[in-house]
């Protein structure tokens, strides 16, 4: 089983108008709400390849219902960390082809949250064969926290899949206990590794993740959007080539692309197995109005589009 981590989730609440009028009132027929977050993105990709998956994080209150109301309709498993404290919503208003986001913070949270999850965490370990981590911390969790949830994996040898970034991500590369993959985009790497990069060249592709602060990570993973994407296993380079497609909706698809590596990793698939899957579940979903959305009847087609190839 597949355990996904979301610590912060939310109500993703999306709005559709014509138009937006500033300091006046906006009227919405069309709003869609679902159980949002990363991590439950990541979820929902991995329910759809059929493999059996778990949600936790940490939920509360009536929006911390309303989330778990809705994994109970999509058949998604769940153990969450539950605080009387309320989950946040994020907004996002649809107008004029933009996309204008509103999101909360969430709720502040103390140590007592900290160490009452990491128990609730460490119940959950002995019955999955690989994690996901995905987002934000709730404010009031320390930096590391991410750290701690890698260093108790390892005890178990459970590989852990990271999709962060800033201060949280640059804090888990510093320390002892690392992920088994990171999948940082292309500004990501540049907030990493502190040096310019060029997408289009294979050897500067190389040489970034050759970067020192990468050393000890089996698995990386660059997503390069249209361009597909560049990856290291272990001391082996690959490029990607997807074909092109109709992006209806992109939210999410990198999500979605963890999910295929998660997958990939729980089948032990090849290298270039999981990376033709993972970017087609990506593909899959920024062709489709809802986010985390997968069609599979598909699958196949493009699948059999995806390029990979080795780089010497």
Same mark, same amino acid.
């Given at each position: ?170 804090? =888990? ?6 992920? #088994?993959?990171?999948?940082?985009? *292309?500004? +990501?790497? !540049?907030? /990493? %590794? ?96 809802? =986010? ?6 598909? #699958?196949?087609?493009?699948?059999? *589009?995806? +390029?990979? !190839?080795? /780089? %010497?």
């Amino acid at each position: 089983m597949i355990l996904t981590i979301t610590m912060n989730p939310s109500v993703d609440i999306s709005y559709s108008l014509d138009k937006l009028v500033i300091n006046d009132v906006n009227r919405v027929s069309n709003t869609r709400k679902t159980a949002g977050g990363k991590g439950l993105n990541v979820t929902r990709g991995i329910n759809f390849s059929n493999i059996p998956v778990l949600a936790t994080g940490i939920i509360g209150g009536t929006t911390g219902k309303f989330i778990q109301e809705q994994l109970d309709e999509d058949n998604i498993a769940y153990n969450f960390y539950v605080t009387p404290k309320e989950s946040r919503n994020c907004i996002a208003i649809l107008h004029q082809g933009n996309q204008t986001e509103i999101l909360e913070a969430g709720p502040r949270l103390d140590n007592d949250d900290v160490e009452q999850f990491l128990q609730h965490y460490k119940k959950l370990l002995n019955q999955v064969k690989i994690i996901t981590i995905s987002g934000s911390l709730p404010l009031g969790f320390p930096v590391n926290f991410y750290v701690n949830l890698i260093e108790l994996a390892s005890e178990y040898q459970i590989p852990v899949l990271l999709d962060s970034s800033g201060q949280m991500l640059l804090t =888990t590369l510093k320390s002892q206990y690392k992920p #088994y993959l990171i999948k940082p985009n *292309q500004e +990501e790497l !540049k907030q /990493i %590794i502190q040096m310019d990069i060029d997408v289009n060249d294979s050897h500067s592709l190389i040489k970034a993740l050759k970067h020192d602060s990468l050393d000890d990570i089996p698995l990386i993973v660059i997503s390069l959007g249209k361009n597909g994407a560049f990856a290291r296993c272990f001391n082996h380079y690959y490029q990607v080539s997807i074909p092109k497609i109709n992006v209806v909706n992109p939210v999410g698809s990198g999500d979605i692309t963890l999910a295929g590596l998660a997958v990939s990793l729980h089948e032990n698939e090849s290298i270039e197995v999981m990376l033709k899957r993972a970017m087609t579940m990506g593909m899959l979903n920024a062709m489709e109005a809802q =986010t985390g959305f997968v069609n599979m009847n598909n #699958y196949h087609e493009y699948y059999q *589009q995806v +390029e990979i !190839k080795e /780089i %010497i």
